[in-house]
């Protein structure tokens, strides 16, 4: 009788052992935070974030001020010395677009060339956005 439950027993632990090995089921479907969407005549590319993507993110927005003038936070630099700022044309959706800076005084950059007075400009979530548009590798 002692026998019967030792060979129990180890058929339960055998059977334990080998489902916890097998393959896990592949059914999951992912959902992609952003869509990417070419810009024709651009180098750029439209980054479409999903609302949650969006919150996740905390992604906010400043308006352009009178004089051109954004805050420094919205600034993006290239490796080459390159400026840049992502503006908020429609909701979830970002554009990266080249600007040029006049100067710097403290938390604001003065642009003689950028977007029109009133744009949304992302002041957080600039460097997720970046990664998203020109991917990320490991």
Request: aromatic letters at 8%; proline letters at 5%; glycine letters at 8%.
């Amino acid at each position: 009788m002692k026998h019967i439950y030792r060979l129990f027993i180890a058929i339960l632990i055998i059977a334990g052992l080998l489902s916890a090995c097998a393959p896990k089921s592949t059914n999951v479907e992912k959902i992609k935070p952003y869509q990417l969407e070419v810009i024709e005549g651009s180098d750029f590319q439209r980054v479409i974030l999903t609302e949650k993507a969006s919150q996740r993110l905390d992604i906010q927005t400043a308006p352009v001020r009178d004089g051109n003038i954004i805050p420094y936070a919205a600034v993006l630099y290239g490796l080459n010395g390159e400026t840049w700022t992502y503006t908020n044309p429609e909701p979830l959706v970002f554009v990266r677009q080249s600007i040029v800076i006049d100067h710097i005084e403290g938390d604001s950059a003065f642009l003689s060339e950028g977007p029109d007075t009133g744009t949304a400009v992302v002041i957080i979530g600039v460097a997720e956005l970046y990664g998203a548009e020109v991917g990320v590798s490991k």
